[in-house]
């Protein structure tokens, strides 16, 4: 998966495809253009995050599994403590991908 791509398997990606898909299967866009819309989402998602949401977030859990590939981090935890604005919340487990900023500008 090209670094752009990785937001595709969000929810909202995942629903922006499957109407796509649907849409092609219809009839009534094109799998170019299907694809020219997906390109775009991947492109402003990207920009939406990094300009519209000041959000800061922190974990605090047991790593059960980490991995960095070509700058993309994933992080797998248990029992975490999430805090986001209102405050901690604690989730049974989490997964969390974290990619260089550098790699989304290329």
């Not at 299907?34 to 977030?57: H, M, P, R, W």
């Not at 991995?67 to 992080?75: D, H, T």
Request: glycine residues 6%; hydrophobic residues 40%; proline residues 2%.
């Amino acid at each position: 998966m090209a670094t752009l791509e990785m937001y595709r398997s969000s929810t909202i990606g995942i629903c922006l495809s499957e109407t796509l898909d649907t849409m092609v299967g219809d009839g009534i866009l094109s799998p170019e253009l299907a694809y020219q819309v997906l390109i775009q989402f991947d492109k402003s998602i990207v920009e939406a995050l990094g300009s519209q949401v000041n959000t800061k977030v922190s974990f605090k859990g047991l790593i059960r599994y980490y991995n960095n590939v070509e700058g993309v981090w994933i992080f797998d935890l248990r029992k975490a403590q999430v805090k986001i604005d209102q405050g901690p919340k604690i989730v049974t487990s989490v997964k969390v991908v974290v990619c260089d900023s550098k790699l989304l500008t290329q």
